[in-house]
């Protein structure tokens, strides 16, 4: 079975700052993954997304992720973190074959400190 | 752009109200999807359906089950609402084939007193 970690339940940056949120999955063969956001009382927006190719993928909004298989990771970056990109961000995995849902994380809140 | 659209934002039920949940999806995806989003939690599979009138379980069915008689139309239903059932409900559609995105509405506020 397919799962995710996500380790950092909360994290604080200040604006400017360079992010990284973590997330870990378990699958044996490689995964398709993803990144969304959540707003507060919002739903869920996708941030970007690895198929195959290219480790690094680039997102929406100045994000960017990247696929280490040797880690089993798919960590997101930023280089410089906007107020605006306070929220919650979920990683999710999709890979067994016939499940056509997403398996997700626990989510990392993000603060924004100005 | 993709729509999925959650018919009520926010209810307020009794417990043992039979609850219904409309979702519908304007882009004639095939997959449709009920998650449960708790705190803590992330987000938790409830049901999801692949074509009209199929559906399959997910990683927590057990009091819900869920109706799809159209395709672009997807319901989620508590027979017998209970306060553990309060979360916030999340619907979501994507095309067919595993792996693909998927597109969330912007979810339902479901409390049962």
């Known amino acids: 079975a397919q799962s995710v970690t996500q380790p950092d339940i909360h994290i604080t940056v200040s604006e400017g700052a360079s992010l990284e949120l973590r997330c870990n999955y378990s699958?044996?063969?490689?995964?398709?993954l993803f990144w969304y956001v959540q707003s507060p009382g919002q739903g869920l927006q996708l941030l970007l997304k690895?198929?195959?190719?290219?480790?690094l993928v680039q997102g929406i909004k100045g994000f960017e992720a990247e696929f280490k298989r040797s880690q089993s990771s798919f960590n997101l970056r930023k280089p410089s973190v906007h107020w605006s990109d306070a929220a919650e961000y979920f990683c999710?995995?999709?890979?067994?074959?016939?499940?056509?849902?997403?398996?997700f994380g626990s989510g990392t809140r993000l603060q924004v400190q100005p | 752009d993709v729509k999925v659209t959650q018919s009520s934002r926010y209810l307020v039920k009794r417990t043992g109200e039979k609850v219904f949940l409309e979702c519908v999806q304007d882009?004639?995806?095939?997959?449709m999807f009920w998650y449960r989003q708790d705190p803590g939690l992330g987000l938790r599979l409830i049901y999801f359906?692949?074509?009209?009138?199929?559906?399959e379980k997910g990683d927590i069915p057990e009091g819900y089950s869920v109706s799809r008689e159209k395709k672009e139309r997807f319901s989620l239903i508590l027979e017998s609402a209970s306060t553990n059932q309060t979360s916030m409900y999340l619907c979501?559609?994507?095309?067919?084939?595993?792996?693909?995105?998927?597109?969330f509405g912007e979810g339902s506020w479901l409390t049962v007193v």
């Open positions: 359906s692949y074509d009209v009138k199929m559906k």
């Open positions: 979501a559609s994507s095309p067919q084939g595993g792996g693909n995105t998927i597109y």
């Open positions: 699958y044996g063969a490689t995964p398709y």
């Open positions: 690895y198929f195959s190719g290219d480790t």
């Open positions: 882009m004639d995806h095939e997959n």
């Open positions: 999710a995995v999709g890979a067994d074959p016939g499940r056509r849902a997403l398996t």
